[in-house]
């Protein structure tokens, strides 16, 4: 493992008490971050905390991403233990299980968009005037290759994490004299507990669309947005950057 310069920099990693948003708190400890993690899971969250405690710093908050309120809360709390924010990373996401557009409940649907879209909306929304008013921030949205090619029967995340990519760049724009950049990854499919509510034949089409082969490990998409979270990345913002395998074409 190449180890970053991460050191004094504090991050909140949503939906981190598992699967990518774990992976990215371990690389950023091990690269001298304090770490924040965020998850409505509180005893995964226990569990990580104490696989993590050893790799350096680490804090956790019980947090409903969907919840304005509550991640505002969470923000204040960590800047208040920290002094300053300088790196959020929106790993926190659901699939809502899969099945034709036509069949899907509304409920799922909308749940789906408000975890995965809305939750990212609202985290940055907390997150990045405090990076603003320090000059200085790093933003990494979690989407998916789904966002840009739309997996058949999961129009729900394909719609959300395309969502994600639209944001990002606008926010990017938005924020691109401030010091604070955001950028998107879209990672294939990773197999991570999110499988769980998946149903095989659409685990088997994820991979046969993978040039490579196989899927994606949660420590090689944690590699580039721990990279994307650092000092070194300081021209792209409002980018994607892909992690598909060779699956995207664009």
């Not at 993978?210 to 000092?231: C, H, K, N, Q, S």
């Amino acid at each position: 493992m190449n180890r970053l310069d991460m050191k004094g920099r504090v991050a909140i990693v949503t939906g981190g008490a598992q699967g990518i948003g774990l992976a990215v708190a371990q690389r950023m400890l091990q690269s001298g971050a304090t770490v924040v993690l965020w998850d409505t899971n509180a005893a995964q969250l226990a569990t990580a905390r104490r696989g993590l405690v050893p790799l350096g710093e680490v804090r956790t908050a019980v947090v409903d991403v969907t919840d304005d309120k509550a991640s505002a809360s969470a923000v204040a709390e960590a800047v208040e233990a920290h002094g300053r924010i300088d790196i959020l990373v929106n790993s926190a996401g659901i699939t809502g299980g899969n099945g034709p557009t036509l069949e899907l409940d509304p409920q799922v649907w909308r749940r789906v968009i408000e975890v995965n879209l809305v939750g990212t909306y609202l985290a940055c929304r907390a997150v990045a005037p405090h990076m603003v008013r320090q000059g200085y921030g790093r933003i990494v949205n979690i989407a998916s290759v789904a966002g840009k090619e739309g997996n058949p029967n999961a129009s729900h995340y394909s719609a959300s994490k395309a969502g994600v990519i639209g944001f990002t760049k606008s926010l990017g724009k938005e924020l691109s004299r401030t010091g604070v950049l955001v950028n998107a990854v879209t990672p294939g499919a990773a197999r991570t507990p999110i499988f769980d509510s998946m149903k095989q034949e659409h685990i088997d089409f994820m991979l046969s669309k993978i040039p490579m082969g196989r899927f994606l490990g949660v420590d090689e998409a944690a590699a580039m947005i721990a990279w994307l979270a650092t000092e070194d990345c300081a021209f792209s913002t409002g980018a994607v950057f892909d992690l598909s395998g060779g699956r995207a074409t664009y």
